[in-house]
């Protein structure tokens, strides 16, 4: 038997550390700054998604160049730049108070966000043998993962034990430590073999090919907006705000002992078999947390939520990677996360309306129905590639 190829070598490894530590920040905030704007700054709940969705909105806005960015300048340079202006953003948490500023600078620190992630994962793509696409992807998509687990267990944590400035600070020491493995990112890694063109095109904003996928991929996002975004404030209202640290531990440790085998069977058998149970996982989730009243009931939701967006995510993410030239796999990349966060920026608006006019059940039921359209365009879009011509 030929020996497969390896995934874990060096460069990936130093990327899979430099996008976890990217994305601790990210969920570590995600998870804090809403109880910040309503406990501290007195905001309403719709104010609390709003930060969220400038954070994407700049994401979105920016992301459709990164590609391009990528091109012109190098990918690990370009990573390198990001990374430490997103570090500058974090250390300012400490310093800004109005929420009018805060919105400013969640509004430009969405902008390094996003082409570094962009980076980080284009030059992962790079790294993954074309014939371990699924599983690499699957494993790299494991930083941000753990992160989502890390992020807010330390976040509100910190907060529960000594004060928001306390936690502004240990998450910039964080990414500063995080980050470094950047510097370790060999110059060979980079896929430019061509000269990029000055003129910008429509093609260096989007690829089209991953744009069925991406549009699938961004419903999932709105839903997952449910619980990225509202997630504390609903545990706060029942009671479990404590259990919050618990469920993204929960939500985590299912998807890490999943993803070997989802990987696996999404290389040999096929996205299908790996989405399609994952989306209905992800469903019973939402339904779970709706009518959950009780420690047992949270908990066992984020199980099923993680199995769910564990097995799915990966999955749009490797089919959108798949379904272009691997020297387009920066574009590829953009433009997923493009329509990711574009998902995730109106579902936190939308719902967090939701939340304010029919309270927080309804918003997980009504979270659902995206997961349900998400569902059947994945079906019939299989069915369209199965097609014989």
């Not at 570094?116 to 790299?140: M, Q, V």
Request: proline share 4%; hydrophobic share 55%.
């Amino acid at each position: 038997m030929k020996n497969k190829e390896p995934i874990w070598t060096k460069a990936f490894i130093s990327l899979f550390t430099t996008n976890f530590s990217i994305f601790i920040i990210f969920y570590g905030l995600v998870s804090a700054l809403p109880l910040y704007a309503t406990d501290v700054l007195s905001r309403s709940d719709e104010d609390a998604g709003l930060l969220m969705t400038i954070f994407l909105v700049s994401a979105i806005v920016t992301r459709p160049f990164s590609g391009k960015i990528l091109d012109l300048f190098g990918k690990r340079k370009v990573l390198w730049l990001t990374l430490f202006l997103y570090l500058v953003c974090t250390g300012l948490y400490y310093f800004i108070e109005p929420f009018e500023a805060l919105l400013v600078l969640r509004f430009v620190q969405g902008i390094f966000f996003s082409i570094a992630t962009t980076a980080s994962g284009s030059l992962a793509a790079d790294n993954i043998p074309p014939s371990r696409r699924g599983a690499g992807l699957g494993y790299f998509t494991m930083s941000t993962n753990l992160a989502v687990v890390v992020g807010p267990l330390v976040a509100l944590t910190l907060l529960q034990s000594f004060s928001y400035d306390v936690m502004f600070i240990s998450l910039t020491v964080l990414l500063i430590l995080g980050a470094a493995s950047a510097l370790m990112i060999p110059s060979d890694i980079k896929a430019e073999t061509t000269v990029p063109r000055s003129k910008l095109t429509w093609n260096d904003l989007l690829e089209k090919n991953a744009l069925p996928v991406a549009l699938i991929a961004s419903l999932v996002a709105f839903s997952y907006a449910s619980v990225l975004s509202y997630l504390s404030i609903y545990s706060q209202e029942k009671g479990v705000l404590h259990l919050t640290s618990s469920f993204f531990a929960v939500f985590a440790i299912v998807m890490l002992a999943t993803r070997p085998f989802t990987g696996r069977i999404f290389d040999e058998k096929g996205p299908k078999y790996i989405v399609i149970p994952g989306l209905a996982s992800f469903m019973i989730g939402l339904l779970l947390l709706a009518f959950m009243n009780s420690p047992f009931l949270f908990l066992l939701s984020g199980a099923f939520i993680g199995l769910g967006y564990g097995a799915v995510v990966p999955s749009f993410q490797a089919l959108a990677i798949q379904s272009t030239k691997h020297e387009r796999s920066g574009y590829a990349t953009a433009t997923f996360f493009t329509l990711f966060d574009t998902g995730l920026a109106i579902g936190s608006y939308i719902l967090g309306i939701v939340a304010t006019q029919l309270g927080y059940q309804n918003l997980y039921l009504f979270s659902i129905i995206f997961l349900v359209i998400a569902l059947v365009l994945f079906i019939l879009r299989v069915k369209k590639v199965q097609r014989p011509v």
